[in-house]
């Protein structure tokens, strides 16, 4: 009984020590490939903005022609319930004129985190794109959101009214039609959406216009 009791405590250190060993490991693995990762979603981010502004027909006219696009990064803060949230702003120029902005914003989802761009008009009034650019939500259902025919119902809607997923279907303009058994994270999209409009106009209420005094 002695021996057997002594295996025991062998065997539990050891799967202690095991269990400390991949830890490490595996926070070594993530500090370098973090920045890396990082890296990467900057770039991926830069590269939707043009096509949420105009539209991927318009972006290819724009390479053919041989023009570019001057995208100009800034950063929104507003500080609500005692803590301050900042959203990254690319404001999309072309000919001297501001012809949108892309939001990068996120959320709870119903797994975890869903980060999103959002493209919006000059105005901040309508949606012009949205592209889902980090979620870890059920495969075949809440990661349905990722699809272009879940997307493509935001593009053109107001942003003056908080935007709805309806599981019934969408009847009115302020709704969309929630994924089929994944309408967490349908709504949790247009919370995101509505969130992040919301906050960034208050935090711009008080500079003028978005289109000529976003100099921060």
Do not use: H
């Not at 001297?96 to 914003?105: D, F, L």
């Not at 592209?131 to 349905?144: A, H, V």
């Not at 935007?163 to 349908?186: F, L, M, Q, W, Y």
């Amino acid at each position: 009984m002695e021996k057997l009791k002594n295996n025991y405590i062998v065997q539990g250190w050891l799967v202690l020590l095991l269990t400390l060993c991949f830890g490490s490991a595996l926070a070594g693995v993530q500090m370098v490939l973090s920045p890396k990762i990082e890296a990467n979603k900057i770039n991926e981010t830069r590269q939707k903005v043009p096509g949420l502004i105009l539209g991927k027909g318009a972006v290819k006219r724009l390479e053919k022609e041989g023009r570019s696009l001057e995208i100009t990064p800034r950063t929104v803060s507003i500080t609500k319930n005692n803590r301050t949230v900042s959203y990254k702003l690319f404001q999309v120029i072309e000919k001297g004129e501001t012809s949108g902005w892309v939001v990068k914003s996120s959320g709870q989802g119903y797994a975890d985190k869903i980060e999103l761009l959002i493209g919006l008009d000059p105005s901040l009034n309508k949606i012009l794109g949205l592209f889902i650019l980090e979620q870890k939500e059920t495969p075949g259902l809440g990661n349905k959101i990722t699809e272009w025919e879940f997307r493509k119902q935001f593009i053109s809607k107001s942003t003056n009214m908080p935007i709805v997923a309806s599981k019934t279907g969408a009847t009115s303009p302020d709704e969309i039609n929630a994924i089929t058994g994944a309408t967490i994270s349908s709504r949790s999209i247009c919370s995101i959406i509505n969130t992040a409009v919301k906050d960034i106009r208050a935090s711009l209420k008080d500079k003028g216009s978005p289109k000529n005094n976003l100099t921060f």
